[in-house]
């Protein structure tokens, strides 16, 4: 069983920067895949970005890539996401997840955390 407990949303204005955080606890975090999905009001749930156990291979949504970061600190067993140049059309509940690989993550991760809302004012 792994728990995760996402923190850092907010309001923010356009333009602006937001960090995430997804703090980890349980079974071995540092050999999951781990990723940020998002769901706005009205809409599916959407994979945002992923990152594998090693940190050394990530994934980007096309709708984000060149704008946020995702990073992982296995000591701290915790992710991140780094959103910068944010858009109102980022705003959504933004969920973190985990599987024990990255098909898994992007197909049907094994733990979501709680959500937590960024909303993006023009």
């Known amino acids: 069983q792994i728990q995760l407990v996402e923190s850092g949303g907010g309001l923010v204005q356009a333009g602006g920067s937001l960090r995430l955080s997804c703090a980890a606890s349980?079974?071995?975090?540092?050999?999951?895949?781990m990723g940020w999905f998002r769901q706005a009001p009205g809409k599916e749930r959407e994979f945002v970005a992923g990152?594998?156990?090693?940190?050394?291979?990530?994934y980007y949504a096309d709708s984000v890539k060149g704008r946020f970061t995702i990073s992982r600190d296995n000591a701290k067993n915790t992710v991140y996401l780094q959103m910068n140049s944010l858009k109102p059309e980022d705003t959504a509940v933004y969920y973190c997840?985990?599987?024990?690989?990255?098909?898994?993550?992007?197909?049907?991760?094994?733990?979501w955390g709680q959500g937590t809302q960024v909303t993006v004012s023009s």
């Open positions: 990152i594998s156990w090693s940190g050394g291979d990530t």
């Open positions: 349980g079974r071995t975090f540092s050999s999951y895949a």
């Open positions: 997840a985990t599987a024990t690989n990255m098909y898994g993550l992007r197909s049907n991760p094994d733990y």
